[in-house]
């Protein structure tokens, strides 16, 4: 895996009355496809935006080939190498191997990405939650929401059955946000996750999320019978 490259820290965005990014963390590796995945209005676009110049930052920093820097407009980050493309997805790897490229790709195409991408980070209302490589965030996924958009893969429906979907809607972000922004829609959620934000807990050394269940005070909660069914998938395949 390559160096690090590019590292947002603590990355905060506000506009009129909206907490639109809430200290969100994003670590870039050199030549890897790194996929930003969530429902609309999780700040995928938001972050880029920042990331090119188009938005100001109004908290946190950018690091950028182990140097801070501050980006002042869309020239300024092509100066710098940065720049948001729309493209065809099947010149992307093409293009990528021919120019050494790293991309950071945004979909709510999971399919799409698992085939793409190297690495996944998923986000909700203004913060990534759970990151990891692709393997480890589609086989052994440990954030609530990611396991409600995995199950929500029509590819894991059952025939003659109701497609999953997820339950509720984001939060208000014209309101602060107390303890895990997921718990309302959140089955799972325990009594810490309605008051007390969840820090980062390291599955492994390439793998984190954000979530309480990964306390080792925490009931263990088994993961719904789609996730189950992906991790016995990554088991058959990777043989972990």
């Not at 506000?14 to 907490?19: D, L, N, R, T």
């Not at 300024?76 to 991309?103: F, P, R, W």
């Not at 820090?199 to 492994?204: A, G, I, K, N």
Request: net charge negative; hydrophobic share 35%; charged share 20%.
């Amino acid at each position: 895996m390559g160096e690090v490259i590019l590292k947002m820290d603590g990355i905060q965005k506000y506009f009129p009355g909206v907490h639109a990014l809430d200290n969100a963390h994003l670590e870039v590796r050199a030549g890897e496809v790194m996929a930003l995945v969530g429902e609309n209005g999780a700040g995928k676009s938001t972050l880029m935006k920042i990331l090119t110049g188009i938005y100001q930052k109004d908290g946190g920093s950018i690091e950028y080939f182990g140097q801070e820097i501050e980006i002042h407009g869309p020239r300024d980050a092509q100066s710098k190498g940065i720049c948001i493309v729309h493209q065809e997805l099947n010149l992307m790897q093409d293009l990528q191997k021919k120019y050494d490229l790293t991309y950071i790709f945004i979909s709510h195409n999971l399919s799409v990405v698992k085939h793409l991408c190297d690495r996944i980070a998923v986000m909700y209302a203004g913060d990534i939650v759970e990151i990891g490589s692709c393997e480890e965030v589609f086989y052994t996924p440990k954030h609530p929401y990611t396991w409600a958009l995995l199950s929500s893969l029509p590819q894991l429906g059952v025939k003659g059955q109701e497609l999953y979907s997820i339950q509720g809607a984001p939060p208000n972000l014209f309101t602060e946000v107390a303890g895990d922004a997921f718990a309302p829609r959140n089955p799972h959620a325990l009594k810490v996750d309605f008051t007390h934000r969840p820090p980062y807990f390291e599955v492994s050394p390439t793998h984190k999320a954000r979530t309480w269940l990964l306390d080792p005070r925490a009931p263990q909660v088994e993961p719904p019978e789609h996730i189950r069914e992906l991790q016995r998938e990554g088991v058959r395949r990777y043989g972990k």
